[in-house]
């Protein structure tokens, strides 16, 4: 790996704030140069930069599922041809049009969740999704006269961060602890939850999402993911575990004595949630298990070591 892809790398490795999107869209800038100056004699060669690069930012990000479409279009762009310059332009053309649909896709499930979004009324969402972000700006754009509570999304409290960019185009937000997004997702009109990963078995989202669904689904709230299919999870790829994070970042010098759990992330059972908005339209569970059952893995990736919440 090259000084300036290395250290593109480092910083995407570190980045505990941004959303699965733009996760992978910087992972996409990243792998897009490197595959325009790819310089390797062999397919082989030019495989294993692919699996270098893209095991390493998988590992960082274990529950961000766009990044292992992103990897698995690659590895069978790369490994479908026996010609090598063929291999690269796919590649290249392979990045591009991942970026492209980034996109569209959201563009698409903002227009679709406006048919979900009321007239007037409260909305509770928590974290920071750009998916949720660009529907209820859509949704402004159209004229809803909605209200936002955004919940923190500790410990990282990217929900200050949505908060603040709806405020600046003139939503009227409330921001509140995590554990109030729970009684005013019960007492609002639609609860609206981006997504890391989505497969057979949940969703998985910033932890305090399956909380807040129930709370709402108790209270005859709808709960609706926006979740594109680069976020569907390839069946038989299994992430790694998901990486316990520095409890300080909860309490800094805890009693003796006690032990600090620190997840980022909770998973959401299927059928809890009213539907899954994706870019083909508001999906139900059992359409979702269908789509995600013809997803092809890359047999690189199969043989990722980790396993994900069994």
């Known amino acids: 790996m090259d000084k300036f892809t290395a250290q593109a790398v480092a910083t995407i490795v570190d980045d505990n704030i941004s959303a699965a999107v733009e996760i992978a869209d910087k992972s996409a800038e990243v792998l897009y140069r490197l595959m325009r100056s790819d310089q390797s004699t062999t397919i082989t060669a030019l495989e294993q930069k692919v699996l270098n690069v893209g095991g390493t930012l998988i590992k960082a990000h274990p529950t961000m599922a766009p990044l292992v479409n992103l990897i ?61 972000s660009a529907a209820l700006r859509h949704a402004q754009r159209a004229g809803r006269r909605i209200k936002v509570v955004c919940a923190e999304g500790r410990p990282a409290c990217e929900g200050r961060s949505l908060a ?22 019960a007492q609002a009109q639609l609860v609206l939850v981006g997504a890391d990963f989505l497969d057979a078995q949940g969703l998985v989202n910033k932890v305090g999402t399956y909380a807040l669904t129930l709370a709402a689904t108790a209270s005859g709230v709808p709960v609706y993911a926006l979740c594109g299919s680069e976020k569907f999870l390839p069946p038989g790829y299994h992430p790694p575990p998901q990486a316990r994070w520095p409890g300080e970042q909860v309490w800094e010098n805890p009693a003796p004595g006690v032990k600090v759990e620190n997840l980022y992330f909770d998973r959401t059972p299927l059928n809890a949630l009213a539907g899954i908005v994706t870019e083909q339209g508001i999906q139900p569970s059992v359409g979702i298990e269908a789509w995600l059952a013809a997803t092809r893995l890359h047999p690189a990736l199969s043989d990722m070591p980790g396993r994900y919440w069994l």
């Open 72 to 132: 698995n279009a690659l590895l069978w762009a790369v490994t479908s041809t026996d010609e090598l310059g063929q291999a690269r332009a796919r590649a290249v053309e392979t990045v591009h049009d991942f970026k492209r649909r980034l996109h569209v896709h959201e563009a698409a499930i903002a227009e679709t969740a406006l048919r979900l979004i009321p007239e007037e009324g409260q909305i509770v969402t928590n974290g920071r999704s750009t998916t949720v």
């Open 164 to 185: 603040a960019e709806l405020a600046a185009i003139g939503l009227p937000v409330t921001f509140v602890i995590d554990a109030l997004a729970v009684m005013f997702a």
